[in-house]
């Protein structure tokens, strides 16, 4: 935000701008009037029940779904990687080129190089996917997402596989990552601490409207031992309907998912889906 000598107050524009977003499937209204802006370097978390409508709207955000039913306002940045919860690397090609596939300029196989080495996997370039553990994979995923500079990082629960350490490395690693390429970012989650470690706002949806837009105004670190993170923690629970005092074992029921993501773009039939437990 910037500050004219006049004194008015601007906001850069936003990067994504939804206004009364509709989208049914077979007269069902999936989303249902939805608005939502995210800021060109903010960090959003999405959490709702299984059925709300996350994945449909970052379908939408990422130009997968064309056939949105209105809108007043829908726009998004050209540039816009999209990340999923299987890593979809395509088993016939080394690690390598399944980041510098599609990539434009002589220099793409060099990026890709770099790329790798930034999520920790110089080295590895010559791996065929079925050789990396379920977090390498995410790792090489994250690689091909950024190696394109997307102005907006779309995630839909990218790390719901994984085990929870892997899980924390992986959390460290996209904070890392965002801090240094600063795109907009839409994270679907069902983890209510994953939202809180990573987000500036955490978005709640309910029947495809926002039910909740809530900052995270706890300092770093944010500790789940401090009274901010609890007191956000307890909300964000109760808002996806959770009973915050039946500790932690509430958190992953909030929204098993199905495991099919139907309008998702996949790569092959035999795309590999051994996520094997860890990442090291
Ligand atoms: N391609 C589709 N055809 C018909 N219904 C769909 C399609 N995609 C999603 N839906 C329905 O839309 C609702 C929201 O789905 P989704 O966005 O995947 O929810 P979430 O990701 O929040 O679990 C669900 O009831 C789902 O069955
Ligand atoms: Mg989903």
């Known amino acids: 935000m910037a500050t004219h000598p006049g004194g008015l107050t601007t906001a850069p524009a936003p990067a994504v701008r939804i206004t009364s977003l509709v989208r049914e499937f077979a007269g ?71 980041v510098a596939l599609g990539l434009p300029g002589a220099d793409a196989e060099t990026r890709a190089r770099t790329a790798l080495a930034e999520v920790g996997l110089a080295g590895r370039e010559n791996a065929w996917p079925v050789e990396l553990s379920g977090g390498e994979q995410q790792r090489v995923a994250l690689a091909r997402s950024l190696v394109r500079d997307p102005e907006l990082l779309l995630a839909d629960e990218p790390f719901g596989a994984l085990d929870a350490l892997t899980r924390l490395r992986m959390h460290a690693l996209l904070k890392q990552l965002c801090a240094r390429h600063r795109p907009a970012v839409l994270l679907v989650t069902h983890d209510v601490d994953e939202a809180i470690a990573l987000a500036d706002r955490v978005v709640v949806l309910d029947h495809g409207r926002i039910a909740a837009d809530l900052r995270v105004d706890v300092p770093a670190p944010r500790s789940p031992g401090t009274a901010r993170y609890a007191a956000l923690r307890d909300e964000l629970l109760t808002l996806l309907g959770l009973d915050p005092t039946a500790g932690a074992e509430a958190t992953p029921e909030a929204g098993t998912e199905p495991a099919a993501d139907p309008g998702a773009p996949q790569p092959t039939d035999s795309t590999p889906k051994n996520a094997k437990g860890s990442d090291s």
């Open 28 to 98: 069902r209204r999936v989303l249902d009037e939805l608005d939502l802006n995210i800021a060109p370097d903010e960090f959003v978390a999405l959490i709702g029940r299984s059925g709300s409508g996350k994945s449909t709207l970052l379908r939408v955000l990422g130009g997968i779904d064309h056939e949105v039913t209105g809108y007043e306002e829908l726009t998004a940045p050209e540039n816009v990687s999209v990340v999923f919860q299987d890593a979809r690397l395509l088993p016939w090609k080394r690690v390598l080129d399944n």
